[in-house]
């Protein structure tokens, strides 16, 4: 069974800057993606970044220049450095684990942790 916990969401001012962790536990194989999603009030659950284990990033362009996606692979940890901070990136972030093999891929979703920013 894989878990995924998240930390590091809160309240901050506009401009600044929030950093999200997200280690995973349990059986990863290791061909995956690591990334972040978030979901705003009302509105769908899109992604904002991910790293695959060959190497590759993939931004939201909302986000482009502004945060940073890194994995440690011996933790199995993924983080999200966010800068430059808007009102709009207010939401609730999702840590996100996709694992494929030969016979399948699965998906799998932190709990979520809140990312507020005032203006």
């Known amino acids: 069974q894989v878990q995924l916990v998240e930390s590091g969401g809160g309240l901050v001012q506009a401009g600044g800057s929030l950093r999200l962790s997200c280690a995973a536990s349990?059986?990863?194989?290791?061909?995956?993606?690591m990334g972040w999603y978030r979901q705003a009030p009302e509105k769908q659950r899109e992604l904002v970044a991910d790293?695959?284990?060959?190497?590759?990033?993939n931004y939201a362009d909302s986000v482009k220049g502004r945060f940073t996606i890194s994995r440690d692979n011996a933790k199995n940890t993924v983080y999200l450095q966010m800068n430059s901070l808007k009102s709009e990136d207010t939401a609730v972030y999702y840590c996100?684990?996709?694992?494929?093999?030969?016979?399948?891929?699965?998906?799998?979703w932190g709990q979520g942790t809140q990312v507020t920013v005032s203006s």
């Open positions: 790293f695959s284990s060959g190497g590759r990033t």
């Open positions: 349990g059986s990863i194989f290791s061909v995956n993606i």
């Open positions: 996100n684990l996709k694992i494929f093999t030969p016979w399948s891929t699965r998906e799998y």
